[in-house]
């Protein structure tokens, strides 16, 4: 018998999105799988549509917006299956992405994440943002993907259809093994949004399990990695990549890395002033502070990790931010 998949779209104020990509999701051809709308809060029609439309869709219905992090944790409590499949809403999938992927992961007991090629959907030819073909990270903390580096998106022409070991799989198709995500505690809720998938990924090398990418698993993602940057996401990104190092480092890679990171940051806030992009500069400050009284708070629990970052999968052993601004490596074949 197959194992048993749920797949689980976290919904807030998403009406649009789910009346558009919920009938790919229904015609999904793997056959033991069950669907679940995890809704967070939603002010607009959402769980009545979903329930009016599609009855054979379980509703879940949280009281109040807990973000990525906080809304998945809460409601993964009520699902049972082998895997889950979290799934964000404005993703498009094709007939066959969840074979692939469970038959690969089923094969490699070691793997416990995995995530499918995501491509845009605005532009199919091109990898998406928001995990493209599997994530990576450099020994400074800085994310990148196979197919995207910062902003800059290749084109897909089939050069990174191998399955690779990665560092990180994307939260906006993440297929993770039920146990082991109930043994790590889920997501941190600190994170609220973004990078929170990153940081559970570290967790699971940490705890001797491998993360893959399975291209022959395609998604298409709408996504905001092209969207105009705001203050929260900026605030969010930055304050949220200074916890993950606080929690996942050794305290002789912190020594190393956070002198470093910080004079990153604050280049990166000055550059930001001399384009009179002041809210950036805020953002990125305001990220600082807040780290700040999250390290000394009683949120934060002191955790030895057993291995360094440079002996885990996915690692650029070199800094990202050099390769693209100094070398101008925008792809990842080039690195």
Not at 86 to 110: C, F, G, Y
Not at 212 to 237: C, D, E, M, R, W
Request: charge should be positive; glycine fraction near 6%; proline fraction near 3%.
């Amino acid at each position: 018998m197959l194992p048993s998949v749920a797949i689980v779209i976290l919904n807030y104020n998403g009406i649009n999105y789910l009346q558009q990509f919920l009938p790919s999701v229904l015609s999904s051809t793997y056959s033991n799988k069950k669907i679940i709308v995890a809704d967070n809060a939603s002010t607009d029609d959402s769980v009545n549509w979903v329930k009016e439309n599609y009855p054979q869709i379980t509703v879940l219905i949280n009281t109040q917006n807990n973000g990525y992090a906080g809304g998945y944790n809460w409601c993964l409590k009520s699902v049972e299956a082998d895997y889950f499949v979290l799934l964000n809403s404005d993703v498009e999938v094709t007939a066959n992405w969840i074979e692939p992927i469970i038959e690969l992961m089923q094969a490699d007991t070691k793997i416990a994440a995995c995530q499918p090629k995501i491509l845009s959907w605005h532009h199919k030819e091109k990898f998406e943002y928001a995990g493209a073909c599997g994530g990576f990270i450099d020994l400074y903390g800085y994310p990148f993907c196979r197919g995207r580096i910062f902003d800059f998106c290749e084109d897909d022409k089939g050069q990174y259809n191998s399955v690779e070991k990665i560092f990180w799989a994307s939260g906006a198709a993440l297929f993770i093994k039920s146990k082991v995500f109930v043994d790590l505690n889920g997501f941190d809720e600190n994170f609220f949004a973004h990078m929170e998938e990153i940081d559970l990924c570290w967790r699971l090398q940490l705890s001797g399990y491998t993360i893959a990418v399975q291209p022959a698993s395609i998604v298409y993602h709408v996504g905001g990695g092209t969207l105009p940057k705001s203050y929260q996401k900026t605030f969010l990104n930055f304050r949220n990549n200074w916890i993950m190092l606080c929690k996942n480092l050794t305290i002789k890679e912190k020594f190393l890395i956070f002198p470093v990171r910080f004079f990153l940051d604050c280049t990166t806030a000055c550059k930001a002033l001399l384009s009179k992009d002041t809210e950036m500069a805020r953002a990125i400050f305001n990220a600082h502070i807040a780290f700040i009284k999250w390290k000394f708070s009683s949120k934060y629990k002191s955790v030895q990790p057993n291995k360094p970052l440079y002996k885990l999968n996915g690692v650029l052993l070199n800094s990202i931010v050099f390769k693209y601004f100094v070398r101008k490596k925008k792809r990842y074949s080039d690195l």
